[in-house]
């Protein structure tokens, strides 16, 4: 059982690194200002979702889980509306009206 | 191990980046990193609390601080080529610094051994403070002094900072008015961030008694989370003159210096507790100056008073 | 299992290290608060990592305040990006 | 090398590098910022003392993790009062520079 969830856990962060490989990729060799916030986007979501993924079949507790869960939703939600806000920043003509 | 090594250079390498760095702003977000690298090292050093401390106070409140400042001196700030310091200057400056690096080098590598600590004796006061996490029973029983001193330090620079306004903002409100715009993504995210955060930060200062957390990081994430739904427009700051604020300010220095003089006494010494009251009166402390803090670092960071209020 | 979860945060450390070359190269503020931003959910990441393989449960409540600061810090600098640009119109 | 060895080096050379930013630095906002690097290096040296000083149960002496604590809330106030110093000579001498000779 616990061979099992530990071969899970594993699978996750693995797939978890791969998208922090991917989004540093993209941020690095993407030409424009929007698409690496396209790649970004891609990091934060997903590379953080499967870590904590990951790290749930470890958590002693639902409380624990809970608050890894947590953590995965304040990012999403922190990173969204950066998101947004840096769109508007970045766009060449300006902010929009 | 090799993870330490590597994070201690990573560590190094932002600090050069935010020593080094040709563009303020780009420093200042350099500092940021510095701060989240550091929170990690605590981790590492097996210091929860100064991690969270570290987390809230030196990489976010510090580096929101700063970074709203360097886009406001940005273009005074961008240095003209004479007005490097002097190549001798530079010089010397690197040979003193080196000196000093050496130093505390040396200083590291001929630690002495075994180590002296303090533990075993925080570890026999904490039985008496019946608190759970000795980090807090240091800050509240064993260095109650420090603690309520640093509260007081707090003040004095809120009193500082509000000084440098101009004589015909005095007692007026502090920094801009930001106005909401409720179909904005900064709003909706202000208004689902907010009471998520003030949940987390009474978690933290609520859990310090017997976790890692505590009053300064619980205050931290108060008012990171006020100067946040400030920004957002959602709340507008009070003027400094208001009496209700001036007495949420001095509430947790002030009961706190009551209740350190009420153990003259109840124990026959200043800030001394009966073992039978210790926890409730830490807690009857912290309360107040949670608030306390929270107001006064949120003041902070909002600046000294720029406009009256409107009639 | 503890090591391998101290290697993959080192692993993403990594990552995000190299994606702070972005910070070097900028050339916007913009790029540069993005690989902060890339740095913060790595950092947490990394952070979340260390609390399983050390056994520590409070690193997941500095992890959660690193989430609530990274967005303050992130809408402070979308709000002086935005006026800095006011003031140059 | 121990974990903790690592850190203290990186502690010793943080140090000798916010010394320098605030040494050559014109600029009173990357002082400040150097001078926050320093405070960091110096936490951290407490940091190491602190976790060479395990026992009791504990991971580290309570004491030094106590005192940086302390020292990060004085840190902030002093940033804090040092920025709101830098704006408002910004607001009256439309420049943000410690030179005397104009």
Known sequence: MSFALNLLTVLA????????????????????????????????????GFVVLGLLFQAEGLFAGLKLIAVWLLTL????????????????????E | MAFDIGLAILVLGVAVWTIAGRDAFAAVVGFVAYGLLLALVWVRLAAPDVALTEAALGSGLTGGLLLAASTRLRRPETTAPGEESA?????AAAIVCALVTAGLVAIVL?????????????????????????????????????????????????????????????????????????????????????????????????????????????????????????????????????RWLRSMLVAGPVVFLAIGLIGFAIAGAFLAYPDSLAKLLIVLIEVPVTLSIAATLALLVAGPPARMPQQ | ??????????????????????????????????????????????????????????GVDVALLLALLAAFVSVAFAKGAARSEQDEA | MSGSTAYGLCSAALVGLGLFGLIVHPEPLRKTLAFNVIGGGVFLLFGVVARRGAAAGFGGDPVPQALVITGLVVAFAATALTVGLLLRLFQEAGRANLRSDE
């Open chain 2, 87 to 91: 190549a001798p200057l530079r010089f």
């Open chain 1, 13 to 48: 962060v693995c797939a978890g690194a791969f998208f922090f490989l991917a989004g540093t990729a993209g941020l690095l060799r993407f030409p424009d200002p929007l698409s690496r916030l396209h790649a970004l986007t891609k990091a934060d979501n997903l590379g953080l």
């Open chain 2, 110 to 242: 001929l630690l002495p051994e075994p180590p002296p600590t303090l533990a075993p004796q925080a570890a026999a006061n904490m039985a008496a403070t019946g608190l759970g996490n000795p980090v807090t029973a240091v800050l509240m029983a064993y260095r109650a002094i420090d603690t309520l001193l640093e509260t007081v330090v707090l003040l004095l620079a809120l009193l500082g900072v509000w000084s440098l306004a101009p004589d015909r903002f005095w007692g007026g409100l502090p920094g801009q008015r930001h106005h909401a715009d409720p179909e904005g993504v900064l709003t909706f995210a202000a208004q689902l961030l907010v009471p998520v955060g003030v949940l987390v930060g009474i978690h933290i200062f609520w859990v310090g008694s017997i976790a890692p957390g505590g009053e300064f990081q619980g205050a931290t994430i108060l008012a990171a989370m006020w100067i946040l739904a400030a920004m957002a427009g959602l709340v507008d700051a009070p003027a400094v003159s208001r």
């Open chain 3, 1 to 58: 299992m503890a090591d391998f979860l101290i290697a993959a945060a080192g692993f993403v450390l990594t990552m995000v290290a190299l994606g702070l070359v972005r910070v070097l190269r900028g050339p916007g503020d913009a790029d540069r608060v993005m690989s902060a931003q890339l740095l913060g959910t790595g950092g947490i990441a990394g952070l979340l990592l260390l609390a399983a393989a050390m056994r520590m449960p409070a």
């Open chain 1, 77 to 96: 939600l922190a990173g969204a509306t950066v998101t947004q806000l840096i769109a508007g920043t970045a766009r060449p003509s300006g902010p929009r």
